[in-house]
């Protein structure tokens, strides 16, 4: 296999501590770095080379695993309740095959289930902590034991309703994040929670205020930004006591800079679950599609998280956020060197550029009959490596993917 194959050209803001950097967007000469490239090992090489580099070329043959920084604490946020948090390694315990159907069956319950309560919520009964219960645990349950199978399959789902599409993929989003940073099962437990329940204050607004793709009034934008006191009070009076899980429903707006809402808190003084959860959520809605926007791809998504880190959110999450998903997040849908559509299984955390992926369409862009499974690792296609050309957002090229689920 020739070098030029194993080379590739990628943006500053995509690259990720384990990444071998073989050349720069300028010459060598006049840089901090070796002439003969060099792995990234750390936070002041990444900064390093955002400040000097708009793009740089990566060899895929030396990339390794970067590896975790995990975060010890998560801070309460009111400056005396700091709770030291032990820190755990979590490996998948069964390979992405035999999780599938699991992940599926949770999947489908806790998509029944969120429908239930937002429903219920919405008709004014009061929110059920055991069926919360029922939900989150064999969320977490699935992506405990392998990392990507249940935001595979959460993926490759549509939903018709923004906010509970929008609960769902946050709350597997906070479990798969958690487990990256070794968090306690139970913490990640909270976390999944406090995602799927974050926008359950949105039930108790204007139905037609929710689906509007017109410009809000300030009035309207004041009346959207109550549902971060209407869901408090609903977890509240359902019976949800857990801190971390109160603390996303009431921060989850705040912003690292103090440009949030409703309290404009600033930096330290957000609690960690919050801080991640503003991340989570700004995230899955870029991805979706939303009456008064567009989607965009899952890689665009983190770039612009990535472009507002410091500011907007913690710097230190953005970028365990970033090595947490992958330059390819799973469920990513991506355009082959082939013209094929694929949609991201399986991350490979040695090669990051080159995950397993479910091919969807020809390479015309029709939906395949039977779709295939290719190891972007050793695929070719006559002699030709098969690379990612680009990635997609949901809504570009719309092949219906849900079906696949039933035959699994």
């Not at 995602?195 to 300030?218: F, H, Q, V, W, Y």
Request: glycine share 8%.
């Amino acid at each position: 296999m020739t070098t030029e194959l194993e080379e590739v050209r990628i943006d500053t803001a995509s690259l990720a501590v384990g990444m071998f950097v073989s050349r720069l967007d300028r010459p060598w000469v006049g840089t901090p770095f070796p002439l003969q490239g060099f792995e990234i090992r750390s936070k002041d090489d990444l900064r390093a080379l955002r400040e000097l580099c708009r793009y740089v070329y990566i060899d895929r043959r030396r990339e390794i695993d970067p590896g975790r920084r995990p975060l010890l604490t998560l801070a309460r946020g009111d400056g005396g309740d700091a709770r030291p948090m032990s820190v755990t390694t979590y490996a998948n315990t069964v390979s992405i095959e035999e999780e599938i159907p699991k992940a599926r069956e949770a999947l489908r319950a806790t998509s029944d289930l969120i429908d239930q309560i937002y429903a219920d919520v919405t008709r004014g009964r009061e929110l059920s902590v055991e069926q919360v219960e029922k939900v989150v645990r064999p969320l977490v349950a699935s992506v405990l034991r392998s990392a990507d199978a249940f935001l595979f399959l959460e993926g490759m789902r549509r939903h018709d309703d923004y906010i509970y599409g929008h609960a769902i993929a946050c709350g597997a989003l906070a479990a798969a994040f958690g487990r990256h940073l070794g968090l306690l099962e139970g913490n990640i437990l909270s976390l999944a929670t406090a995602g799927l329940l974050m926008d359950i204050g949105k039930t108790r607004l204007p139905a037609e205020l929710l689906r509007s793709a017109n410009p809000l009034s300030p009035e309207e934008t004041e009346l959207v930004r109550s549902h971060v006191e209407h869901g408090v009070d609903i977890a509240r009076s359902g019976g949800v006591d857990d801190p971390d899980v109160l603390d996303v429903l009431r921060t989850h707006h705040e912003r690292y800079d103090g440009s949030g809402y409703p309290d404009r808190l600033l930096d330290d003084t957000i609690p960690m679950a919050g801080r991640m959860l503003a991340i989570i959520d700004s995230y899955d809605a870029m991805c979706s599609a939303r009456p008064y926007q567009a989607p965009v791809s899952r890689h665009a998504a983190l770039q612009a998280i990535y472009r507002a880190r410091g500011a907007l959110y913690q710097a230190e999450l953005v970028e365990q956020f970033q090595v947490c998903l992958g330059v390819y997040p799973t469920g990513s849908r991506v355009e082959l060197s082939t013209g094929e559509i694929a949609v991201v299984l399986e991350q490979n955390h040695v090669r990051r550029l080159r995950p397993t992926v479910l091919v969807v369409s020809t390479p015309d862009k029709q939906p395949l009959g039977d779709f295939r499974v290719f190891n972007l690792l050793d695929q070719t296609v006559d002699g030709d490596t098969v690379e990612i050309r680009r990635t997609l957002a949901v809504d570009q090229y719309p092949i219906d993917t849900a079906g696949y689920l039933a035959n699994l």
